[in-house]
């Protein structure tokens, strides 16, 4: 069974860049048709998709989060990393990366990806 585990700081400074790296095991982020999304949940909202990049290395990023966001991934590793850039305390929320089986923009439902993180708490303050 896929595992999934992120790992990065949980303080922020106001206008420096967020940097979180999930590492999948159990299974390969190459393995076809697999999709790897970065998820957010600010305090008292839902949960809102960043982006997500493809077994194959593609990747799509939410229109409000594009200009800032960044996906790459390191397969020696099988790990894959979020970059937001210009954080501000908007940007405080749960963070969490996520397996499915095909592109999903629009979250309605946990259970649509098949595997989920724990996810990590990442607060942005001076």
């Known amino acids: 069974q896929v595992q999934l585990q992120e790992s990065g700081p949980g303080l922020v400074k106001p206008s420096q860049t967020l940097s979180l790296t999930c590492t999948v095991s159990g299974g390969s982020i190459t393995t076809n048709s697999a999709y790897w999304s970065w998820i957010r949940q600010p305090p008292g909202k839902g949960l809102e998709w960043m982006g997500t ?61 098949g595997s989920w993180g724990q996810g990590t708490q990442v607060t942005v303050s001076s």
Not at 71 to 89: E, G, M
């Open 53 to 113: 990049i493809t077994y194959s290395g593609s990747s799509y990023y939410s229109p409000s989060l594009k200009s800032r966001t960044s996906i790459s991934r390191d397969t020696s590793k099988n790990q894959f990393t979020l970059q937001l850039t210009s954080v501000t305390p908007e940007d405080t929320a749960v963070y969490y990366c996520a397996r499915s089986q095909f592109l999903i923009v629009k979250i309605t439902s946990r259970t649509a990806f």
